[in-house]
Every structure is written in structure tokens, then in C-alpha cells.
């Protein structure tokens, strides 16, 4: 996330650097850890949040995520990108084994009125005036609809692609390509580079 | 053909990147990956545009949750680095696979929080029932270390909407779960918290004891399925067959 990161957070400027942080908590540094916490702990329980809706889960999945974090710092390789995007990727994939999870149907049974899944304008409406925020919101806008929505219903509301295909009424690969043409529209925006 | 198969898979490089493929999709993408220098540096920059999309939706979580990270992280070992020629392909791309990534998380955690459960179960209340009863404790507590020490043990913990920290642990293996609790918000004697086993119905797993200091002595249920979810919910005195209220806490567990 190297220019991402430089163009965006005169915040995080200031702030004790992601990935030699990692490196401490790998050797089993508590005080490291507190301080990677400080960093990302909005953030991915932020995203958790927004896929899961449940604030309760939504909790308990950031825990797991936090401490799967401690305990594999030491396979994190900055070599294949930031301790940002490492933490963020493991937050995605734990929200999505949730919500993919066979028994994910019974427990919502069992739960009073679930709320609905995220509308799409509403997530671009609700992220934080942060300057990431509105960076992305930026960006986002600069999409096609059918990419910005194809993007938000897969990464912000964990849908599958199919699902995603089914929900839009299009077919399969058009998700497919709208998907990737997006991200690589968002990715040149935001000047992500590795 | 297999240009039209190749250049297939390569459009699927945004689609997994945003974790929106599903088994089979995913293990085929992945495949490909390990021999597609191309994919895979594309595969890191959506990656990392993900997660500027996952900054963007930051939000501030409960208070209370970084003290119970903090002492989670305090009582759990850590994975070892991976070492040079032990690990060979997986070190340079590691698959993700649920087992791969799963199989060794609870256990590491297990030691201590077991070493707690077994502290819980010998001065919770096991010492203070009585004689006669003394029997049937043991055999209790024998069936409970057994659960405890069982290879396949897994520990999942969470915040209930009753206040306080559920904790379970389970053994497939064993068919068993160990579950026990800290500061649950006492009921009326009209009331009573029970345990379920959650899959595609909800099965009674038994009634929680009294709390003593705010905890609840380890409570052994066996009937645990693959699959199953660990719930808690508020129940008329004596237990009810299937659940009246929605559950204060919902366990997950791995298969």
C-alpha cells in the first residue's frame, strides 16, 4: 500500500511504523502488540462491522482477528505487501468464513430480525470525512456503477461473485471483468503502488 | 482453448482478491497463482486497494475489547516462524485453505485457557459439594480433562448481550463441550441461563449452574455434532426443549 500510504495520512506520519511494529510482536513484544492494536483496531473492526452487521459477532470475529495477528506475526512477510494489507486481508477472509459459515443460516434463525444487507450508496455515504475516507469515496465515485456496485457488494457486503451476478441481474462474467476493471481503476486512483 | 481457459482465470484475479470466490473457484485460482508471476503481483496491489477500502469504513470498536485482546494475546503462544526448506512452496505462497490456516490456532491457545477451566473446575465448586457427591464430581472432572486434553480441543470465547465472557471448549473427537462463564448478569430464581448445541436445530445441552464470585463451574455436555454453534439463552426455571429468547452469546466452532 507504499503510495497509499504516503499520500494519504499525515496522521499515521507520526505514528511508530506497521511493519517493524509486526517484527516486535513476532519475538513476542506485548507492548508492540498494544501499539499495532492502537493502529488497527478500528479499521478491521470497522470493516468486520460492515460485512457482518452484528455487533456482537462483529466483535468477537475482531478478537479472533487481533489475535491471529499475535500469534502469526512472525509468517508475516513484507516482501508481499503491507502490515496493513496483511492484518485487512486476514479481517476480510475471517468476516467471509462467517458469513459463508454452514451454520451461518440457523444462527440467524435463532437471532431476532436480522438487518439488511448493506445498500451500496449507504456504504459510500457512511465512511468516516477521514482523508483515506474521502480518498477513497473519491475514487469510488470515479468508478462505473456496475463496477462500484460489483466492488462494494463482494468486499463490503461478502458477497460472492455469483451472488453478486445474481443480485445486479447480469451474468457471471460480467461481474467477473467489472470486478478486476474496478479494482484496477481504484488501485491506479489511489495511487497504490508495491 | 487453453488460452480462453488461462485468460479465464486471470479475470478471476479481482474477484479473489476480494475473498468472493468459493471453494473449488478459489483452490483452482490458487493453482494457477503459484505459477503466474503476473497474477500475483496483481493479486497484491487489489489486496492492498482492499484494504484502503478497509480504512475507509473504520469505525471505533466497544470499549473494553483492546483490554480482552490484550489479555487474550497475554495467555497465547505464538506460531513459530516458518523455517526455510520446511515449509518449501507453502512459505512462498501460502495456500489458503480453512485447515491449513485453522488447524493449529485453537490448540495453541488451549494450554493456558485450559489450565484456567481446570483452576475453575477444582476451586469453582467441585471442592465445596459434599461428600456423596464426591464421586460423581470426579468422574465429572475426569470426563471434563478429558475434553480438555483431547488433541482436537478448540477454545472459543465471546461478550454476551448478558454482560461477561462465555467460554467453551470442544472436542469432536470427544463428542463434548466444557463450557463456563464470568459475569453473567445474575437471573431471578424464576429464570435460568441453558446451553445449546446449534446446527440445523437447537438441542438442549444443559442448564447453567449458580454463579459463585460471578463465575459458573465448568458444565459438561456431550452430543456435540459437526458443525454445531454453542448458544446461550434465558430460560423459564427447570429448561425449556428448544430455545424462547434469543440467545446472549452464539460459539462458533471450526469443524
Sequence with gaps: MGAFRAASGAAERSEPDLDSLLTHVARGDAGAFEAVYDQMARPVYGLIRKVLRDPAQSEEVTQEVLLEVWRTASRFDPARGS?????????????????????????????????????????????????????????????????RESITLAYYSGYSYPQVAALLHVALGTVKTRIRGGLIRLRDCLGVSL | MRFFWRRDLHALAGAYALNALDGAERDRFERHLRGCRACESEVRGFAATAAALAMAAAAEPPPGLKQRVLAAAAVTRQSPPAVAGATGAAHRRRPRTSASRRAWL??????????????????????????????????????????????DAQIASARTSAGGIATVVASHSAGSIVFTSAGLQALPPSKVYELWFLGKTARPAGLLPPARAGRTAPVLAAGLAVGDKVGVTVEPAGGSSSPTTTPIVVLTLSA
Design chain 1, 83 to 147: 502490515a496493513a494489507t496483511w492484518v485487512l486481508t486476514i479481517a476480510h477472509r475471517r468476516a467471509i468464513d462467517r458469513v459463508r459459515s454452514e451454520t451461518a443460516a440457523a444462527e440467524r434463525e435463532l437471532r431476532s430480525a436480522a438487518p439488511p444487507p448493506t445498500a451500496v450508496d449507504e456504504v459510500a455515504e457512511r465512511v468516516e470525512a477521514s482523508l483515506e475516507a474521502e480518498q477513497v469515496r473519491r475514487c469510488l465515485d470515479g468508478l462505473t456503477e456496475l463496477q
Design chain 2, 106 to 151: 485453537p490448540r495453541l491457545a488451549l494450554s493456558a485457557a485450559a489450565a484456567g477451566l481446570v483452576a475453575a473446575a477444582v476451586l469453582g465448586g467441585v471442592t465445596v459439594w459434599t461428600q456423596h457427591r464426591l464421586t460423581t464430581a470426579q468422574a465429572e472432572n475426569q470426563a471434563i480433562a478429558a475434553v480438555l486434553a483431547a488433541p
